[in-house]
């Protein structure tokens, strides 16, 4: 029987394309395939790159492992584009990609299957450093979906959500398989892939930092004639890295939020279907570079917000609980416990911070779009924004080059939204430059991504070489160091640069 994919529970069964079948459990016999043999480590030092100061351990990444077994698959699935609440987790992302969050607060299979002492130790081991995921549900198991969307043009949402989930759902992996699949895609040459890098349609996702410091992705589809779908790292030299796209159930660990990298489309392949499951390491006092900057554009923040709150929290209480028995059975200098306050301090308003209503999030997405909103803070950094700046200013009336400079140095910076609480960082960022603090420029924490540094070093260039000078450190800039880029596109826009779709 053939029909639409409905589910709806009626005890321990579910309705399933027209069929009653048995609720699924998860059970680590059957659904893991987990090997005892290590999986190949890359270090920062393998790609000759300096390991940043944000990276919990020496691992860059991961060759492609075996994690999930073949019978699992159309379970995940199933369990993933469940039409029961799909409407509730899916974002379309562009012609080619839907996303899928928040699976796990929906199905006790996929959050069971992701959360299994087993798969917590081959994750960690895979990263070097003991691992915990950030985070309730809504980063367990997130969801690329490769698929060609402009198939359902005219559909309206419910009948494409449904047409989706049938589609991915059906044929091969509507059945439980056994057997062996491969680990990983055969890699391509660094040329071939180079050509997709600087080519057309050959991104799934553009170069970027992950929002958390370690990712765990797995591969959903079938892989027999797949070809690319290279996760791609630049070396330290500027040549290009490939790390394999893993094979049905296999999965690939990525200290991403520590390693600039971009997803290349895999082809030969009807879906590419990839869970990507997100970590912090566990070690209690360890600085968490977490941002969810990138991801509050395709997410329901009003999940989001909660839990963000509620991980950050989790963690401040165990630092300072950590602190609390030290000073109890230990001397602590009045000096370190002060540096201990700042940095929670720091860390409490940057998770503050990251809570950007859900009115500017929207009006800034519908302005540029999600794709282009991954390429702002860059497009701010290397002044390509300003080529087109007006020539003259629309709140002072200065008649000249409209630049960095002009933004931190106008009249009128002080009057945008004065209540915002990233003025509180900017006005200690403003302290410590013009102290000559370079080293202490964004605190205990803010300045330790790679992407949030460039900010800074792309200031303290400027100076160097006189476009700018030493204090005229603005608001504009403060926002892109923070990661804060709807209030950054916001402030542009009142001095007429408008960045569109």
């Not at 990444?61 to 699935?77: E, M, N, V």
């Not at 994750?123 to 980063?139: D, F, H, R």
């Not at 082809?267 to 279907?273: G, L, T, W, Y």
Request: glycine residues 8%; charged residues 20%.
């Amino acid at each position: 029987m053939k029909g639409p994919c409905t589910f709806s529970c009626h005890g321990s069964t579910e309705i399933y394309a027209g069929h009653e079948v048995p609720e699924v459990k998860f059970n680590p016999e059957k659904h893991l395939n987990i090997s005892s043999t290590p999986p190949t480590q890359i270090t920062f030092k393998d790609l000759s790159l300096p390991r940043p100061a944000s990276a919990a351990s020496p691992v860059a990444g991961s060759a492609p492992f075996p994690l999930f077994s073949p019978a699992a698959i159309p379970l995940l699935r199933k369990e993933l584009l469940n039409p029961a609440y799909l409407d509730k987790t899916a974002t379309p992302f562009s012609n080619h990609n839907l996303i899928v969050r928040n699976t796990a607060a929906h199905s006790l299979f996929f959050k069971d299957i992701w959360t299994h002492p087993d798969v917590m130790r081959a994750v960690s081991q895979a990263a070097g450093v003991e691992l915990e995921i950030v985070m309730e549900t809504i980063e367990i198991g997130h969801a690329n979906v490769q698929v060609d969307m402009r198939r359902y043009e005219g559909l309206e949402r419910a009948d494409m959500l449904e047409r989706v989930s049938e589609e991915l759902t059906s044929g091969k992996f509507g059945e439980v398989e056994s057997g062996r699949v491969r680990v990983e895609v055969e890699k391509r040459s660094e040329e071939e892939m180079s050509k997709e890098v600087n080519g057309e349609g050959g991104l799934i996702v553009p170069w970027h930092y992950d929002s958390y410091p370690f990712v765990c992705v797995v591969m959903l589809s079938d892989t027999t004639n797949m070809v690319g779908g290279e996760t791609v790292i630049k070396r330290g030299d500027g040549s290009l890295f490939g790390i394999s796209q893993p094979g049905t159930g296999s999965a690939a660990l990525l200290q991403g939020g520590s390693v600039q990298h971009l997803a290349l489309t895999a082809k030969n392949s009807p879906d590419r279907v990839t869970l990507v499951t997100s970590y912090r390491a566990k070690a209690v006092g360890l600085w968490d570079v977490s941002f969810i900057t990138n991801v509050r554009p395709y997410t329901d923040l009003s999940i989001l917000y909660p839990q963000w709150s509620a991980y950050r929290l989790q963690v401040l209480s165990q630092n300072t609980t950590a602190m609390t028995r030290r000073l109890a059975t230990s001397t602590v200098t009045p000096t370190e416990f002060q540096s201990f306050m700042r940095k929670q301090e720091d860390y409490i308003r940057t998770t503050a911070n990251q809570i950007v209503p859900a009115s500017t999030v929207s009006a800034a997405i519908a302005q540029v779009g999600v794709s282009q909103f991954y390429h702002i803070l860059e497009l701010y950094t290397s002044d390509q924004m300003f080529t087109a700046a007006p020539r003259e200013c629309p709140q002072c009336g200065h008649r000249g080059k409209l630049d960095k400079q002009h933004l931190a140095a106008c009249e009128s910076m002080r009057t945008w939204r004065p209540e915002l609480e990233a003025w509180v960082s900017f006005e200690e960022s403003l302290k410590a430059i013009r102290s000559g603090g370079q080293g202490i420029l964004g605190g205990a924490g803010a300045g330790t991504r790679p992407d949030l540094e460039a900010v800074v070093r792309s200031f303290w260039w400027d100076v160097e070489v006189g476009l700018r000078q030493g204090g005229d450190w603005g608001i504009a800039d403060e926002l892109a160091r923070l990661g804060l880029t709807e209030y950054l596109i916001e402030y542009l826009g009142m001095f007429g640069i408008v960045i569109q779709k």
